[in-house]
């Protein structure tokens, strides 16, 4: 599975909406569909699983959708915390996939 | 509280061996799989690897079968990374994350802090 994400950078101001693409290269299920982000210096850490579900501690700010090949990630009234990379993530049983990324900058 | 705390940054030579760790509490070892996740410098992630500590089952990226070896102490309640042979672009940050089938569908939902090894002559 090959997963990729769009756009490569993307650059809004405080309180709008960033919406993140993950594409697959073939139908997955939306069971095994996850986010994450990632700021310098720190592991990444968990935001969406399943999708839809959000991981414990996430503002309902962030919320996941898709289904098929396309997922995205959206971010509401963005804050200036938010800046960060964005990952999906894959799980096909055995082996897991991630994206390039998606680096969101808040002017 | 889950925790996963990996051992410190290593500066190594070509050719040389190595092994990383990952320690784990406040959970049941043996009851979650652990996967390791390569990032090269100003790169993305990439999966490595994962075991089952149970079993102590493996599954490998073909991107690492063979260049890399993941195992685990139940007694510890720690897994490893291994290196027989590092080469220089072996150079990245190296994080254990525990894989919750429970509650999570099976994504990552606590990391280990990274471990920087840095490869060079």
């Known amino acids: 599975i090959v997963l990729t994400q769009s756009p490569g950078t993307l650059s809004l101001s405080p309180g709008e909406r960033a919406t993140l693409s993950c594409r697959a290269g073939?139908?997955?299920?939306?069971?095994?569909l996850a986010w994450y982000q990632q700021k310098p210096g720190q592991p990444p850490r968990l935001l969406i699983y399943?999708?839809?579900s959000r991981a414990t501690g996430i503002p309902d700010r962030f919320s996941g959708g898709g289904s098929s090949t396309d997922f995205t990630l959206t971010i509401s009234r963005l804050e200036p915390e938010d800046s960060a990379l964005y990952y999906c993530?894959?799980?096909?049983?055995?082996?897991?996939?991630f994206g390039q990324g998606t680096k969101l900058e808040i002017k | 509280e889950v925790q996963l705390v990996q051992s410190g940054a290593e500066v190594k030579k070509p050719g040389e061996s190595l092994r990383i760790s990952c320690q784990t509490s406040?959970?049941?070892?043996?009851?979650?799989?652990i996967n390791w996740v390569r990032q090269m410098p100003g790169k993305g992630l990439e999966w490595m690897g994962r075991?089952?500590?149970?079993?102590?089952?493996?599954n490998y990226s073909p991107s690492f079968h063979g260049h890399v070896s993941i195992s685990t102490d139940k007694s510890l309640s720690t897994a490893y990374l291994q290196w027989s042979r590092l080469q220089a672009s072996d150079t990245a940050i190296y994080y254990c994350?525990?894989?919750?089938?429970?509650?999570?569908?099976?994504?990552?939902?606590?990391w280990g802090q990274g471990t920087m090894i840095t490869v060079s002559s």
């Open positions: 993530q894959y799980f096909d049983s055995s082996s897991y996939t």
């Open positions: 073939q139908m997955i299920s939306r069971s095994f």
């Open positions: 399943g999708t839809f």
């Open positions: 406040g959970y049941s070892f043996t009851n979650y799989w």
């Open positions: 075991i089952d500590p149970s079993e102590s089952y493996t």
């Open positions: 994350a525990r894989q919750d089938w429970e509650l999570v569908d099976d994504a990552f939902d606590v």
